[in-house]
């Protein structure tokens, strides 16, 4: 299968990998803005080739839009009116909402909605480009699918064979409920550890005192903080309401718990550890299928 | 060396297999309240005997607290005016000034301060018990000394010598100043990973919705989520001046980046995360050094 990614970053990259080595894809054609990620994804051997979007979505069977989700809704409803009719695209944006929204009635684009298959790989690092690719990224994973009613069965199909060859886990949600969950399970753990670092850079001014201080807890805290801020600030902006909502029901839980500390009321402190060791479960669950 | 273990948990059981490996420790005995613990400490080959705490003392050169540390200030005062001349005592718990204030002067204990060295491994896991036991968990970590100038040469050489052989790194400081930092560096992590886990409990009351949208971004950010609530209530009551003033500030910059989502003012958004990515000098720094 001719295929097209657009935006060689890690999961463009990671994807490519995947794909090559299941013989998915047989011809990979990579776009992206950056000439120094393009030159880096040629010499990583991740595509065949670079083009430039228009001409490589003519030649593809399938295009995989692996962009920042500013960059998606900026790009989809143009690209969408360039492919033929044999051709699926799907997007890997940590939204939905705004994505599938972009595909407004009364344009061009609009006609080839059925193409359009949206779509969100939930897996990832905090590393950025082309170099951070990985093989296996997406094993055991969810895929997320969005809509899929607004979808052609054959591009649906083209698209759920894709995660299956990423040997992902597929679910099925529409785009509203896609947003609202992301926001709590995979948005607001990201702002909990940019702003975690920052607190503890505010008040440890020297560097090293962090260092010598910061065990393996620490570190796995704040490992998201090292996030792209290019890739999440448009994220937040797009699914602004809910990682608001999100925002604030973490703070008012955060004053509850400093609440039992001032109070010295340590049952309650205590109380509320224990249900969030609760969490245990749902770790155990992901460990026993992912890995 | 004959060396008392008074706390079978993650971390006596993990000192007990350095120290063994290592030679440094000839005859090991293990003291916990819980006689569970005790059978499984004596099944992993953790310890060589069980004993209970005034007896063990008596036969040890070198007598290692690892208990909450609630208990630490309950037993440290008794268990000093039980010990020889030639005994040293330390501890690891996680706050520092309220146990080196329990050798209080006029007591029988506070003679034998000088015998104490007030101390930290900065190491760990989420998990507790003795089946939680890990070889090398302490390699390239940080071991803080406090107050060393309140400990006799011969007491402060054998404990640095204990945290050599660990092959940790020293870093000596006052227990105020460890308190505070620890507030920030450790503390401070583990709440707002307590609290993110009952955030998204108590939003996702499905927890398959939970387990089918963590990526691997959520699962670190909530990892010390299910640490031991018995182990971390004493802490934060200890230290609870300098929790709540971590907490305070952490919470100030929570509302100041949903501030910045509220008003649309994603430039600021993407300027906190910009500040939050140089954190990587922190953990590069880290793994330089620690692997």
């Known amino acids: 299968m001719n295929i097209s990614i657009i935006g060689l970053g890690l999961i ?15 011809n990979l054609i990579g776009v992206d803005q950056n000439h120094e990620h393009c030159q880096q994804a ?8 670079i083009s430039v979007w228009p001409q490589a979505v003519k030649e593809s ?29 799907t997007d890997m944006g940590s939204t939905k909402a705004q994505i599938t929204a972009c595909l407004i009635p009364s344009t061009r684009a609009h006609s080839r909605r059925g ?30 699918i969005c809509d899929q009613h607004d979808s052609h069965p054959r591009d649906l199909k083209r698209i759920e064979e894709l995660y299956q060859v990423l040997k992902m886990r597929l679910v099925y949600m529409s785009s509203q409920e896609h947003d609202l969950h992301a926001a709590y399970v995979s948005h607001l753990s990201h702002i909990s550890s940019f702003v975690l670092a920052n607190t503890v850079l505010g008040l440890e001014k020297n560097v090293g005192t962090i260092f010598d201080l910061a065990g393996g807890g ?39 718990f400093r609440e039992s500390l001032v109070s010295k009321d340590f049952a309650q ?23």
Not at 42 to 49: P, R, S
Not at 269 to 290: D, W
């Open 42 to 49: 040629l010499k990583l051997g991740l595509v065949d080739h």
């Open 269 to 291: 402190t205590k109380s509320f550890m224990q249900e969030a060791n609760h969490i245990r479960r749902v770790l155990e669950k992901m460990h026993g299928v992912a890995k």
């Open 115 to 144: 193409q359009f298959v949206a779509s969100h790989p939930m897996a990832g690092t905090e590393h950025s480009g082309p170099t951070a690719a990985l093989r296996g990224l997406f094993v055991g994973r969810t895929a997320v």
């Open 61 to 89: 069977d399938l295009v995989i839009l692996a962009i920042p989700v500013n960059a998606i809704v900026h790009l989809l409803p143009e690209l969408m009116s360039h492919i033929g009719d044999r051709t699926t695209v």
């Open 12 to 26: 463009g990259g990671s994807i490519a990998l995947d794909l090559r080595e299941s013989g998915f894809a047989t």
């Open 218 to 256: 620490f570190e796995s805290t704040v490992r998201l903080a090292k996030s792209s801020p290019e890739m999440w600030a448009p994220i937040f902006e797009q699914n602004r309401e809910h990682v608001v909502e999100a925002l604030s029901a973490y703070i008012d839980e955060l004053e509850a």
